[in-house]
């Protein structure tokens, strides 16, 4: 269900609470991707940068990398006005069994990454500085630590390689959302950004548009590497061949670019 434009916000939040339950019913019946919108007027958005301290070229030399992919991440409102909330992939990493690491969302067999026995999935506690970002605090993030075979998906393994995937994103269904409206006419939406707002990384954001849509609960289904995503907190965080010391990578001088997404949200 599209929402329209509105002139004010006054007529956006009393579209949205009219509508809520249309709106809640229309996001958990879709299975929720990168948009694909990462880009606005040319302007890159909020994305981190990231320098190995090794050379990632002379790795994978066996035909297997092990790479380290932050999914997703909570604490942060994407594009979708989804803000993910710590917990949110418990249930789901303990349930499902096959999740896979893929190319682009293509549930393909020539596009899959990783999945079975080479994929490990887990939800850990970074501050954002360990992501490379210029927020204060924490964040849950959805860790992928997938064995990358040449063999399998060439073209990731070589783009792994090169350290040219710098952005992911999770292929998942919603199970527990919840409005969060920024007007006190609205009780409870009102009590929920009360609640929730205070751990938004990016609150800039979160206040332009005035609403956003907690989420509490998801099934994962993939994550996969993506040009851009809807959360751009999602960057490559290890690269290593099997059996050495994990580097740590080190944030560039310039770690955010200080254009952001706001006119995105507003579209």
């Given at each position: 269900?599209?929402?329209?434009?509105?002139?004010?916000?006054?007529?956006?939040?009393?579209?949205?609470?009219?509508?809520?339950?249309?709106?809640?019913?229309?996001?958990?019946?879709?299975?929720?991707?990168?948009?694909?919108?990462?880009?606005?007027?040319?302007?890159?958005?909020?994305?981190?940068?990231?320098?190995?301290?090794?050379t990632v070229k002379a790795l994978g030399d066996d035909g297997t990398l092990t790479v380290t992919a932050i999914i997703n991440t909570t604490n942060l409102m994407d594009s979708h006005k989804d803000v993910h909330l710590p917990g949110i992939w418990n249930k789901s990493i303990k349930e499902n069994k096959s999740i896979m690491h893929l190319q682009e969302h293509?549930?393909?067999?020539?596009?899959?990454?990783?999945?079975?026995?080479?994929?490990?999935?887990?939800?850990?506690?970074?501050?954002?500085?360990?992501?490379?970002?210029?927020?204060?605090?924490?964040?849950?993030?959805?860790?992928?630590?997938?064995?990358?075979?040449?063999?399998?998906?060439?073209?990731?393994?070589?783009?792994?390689?090169?350290?040219?995937?710098?952005?992911?994103?999770?292929?998942?269904?919603?199970?527990?959302?919840?409005?969060?409206?920024?007007?006190?006419?609205?009780?409870?939406?009102?009590?929920?950004?009360?609640?929730?707002?205070?751990?938004?990384?990016?609150?800039?954001?979160?206040?332009?548009?005035?609403?956003?849509?907690?989420?509490?609960?998801?099934?994962?289904?993939?994550?996969?590497?993506?040009?851009?995503?809807?959360?751009?907190?999602?960057?490559?965080?290890?690269?290593?061949?099997?059996?050495?010391?994990?580097?740590?990578?080190?944030?560039?001088?310039?770690?955010?670019?200080?254009?952001?997404?706001?006119?995105?949200?507003?579209?």
């Open positions: 269900m599209k929402i329209p434009d509105f002139k004010t916000k006054k007529e956006l939040f009393a579209f949205l609470i009219e509508e809520k339950e249309t709106l809640i019913a229309d996001k958990m019946a879709a299975v929720k991707h990168a948009d694909g919108m990462a880009y606005k007027d040319g302007a890159i958005y909020g994305q981190a940068t990231k320098a190995f301290t090794q293509q549930m393909q067999f020539d596009k899959i990454i990783a999945k079975g026995k080479d994929l490990k999935v887990s939800a850990k506690t970074f501050t954002w500085k360990d992501l490379g970002f210029n927020f204060g605090g924490s964040t849950e993030a959805l860790t992928f630590e997938s064995t990358v075979r040449d063999d399998r998906n060439k073209q990731m393994f070589d783009l792994y390689r090169k350290g040219e995937v710098d952005n992911h994103s999770v292929g998942m269904r919603y199970v527990k959302l919840i409005l969060a409206v920024n007007d006190e006419e609205y009780g409870a939406e009102y009590d929920a950004w009360e609640k929730y707002y205070p751990e938004i990384a990016n609150k800039a954001e979160a206040d332009a548009v005035g609403y956003f849509w907690a989420v509490k609960e998801a099934k994962v289904i993939e994550g996969s590497a993506v040009p851009l995503g809807s959360n751009y907190a999602t960057p490559t965080l290890d690269i290593k061949e099997p059996g050495q010391p994990t580097p740590k990578p080190e944030p560039s001088k310039d770690t955010q670019k200080k254009q952001t997404f706001i006119n995105l949200l507003k579209s």
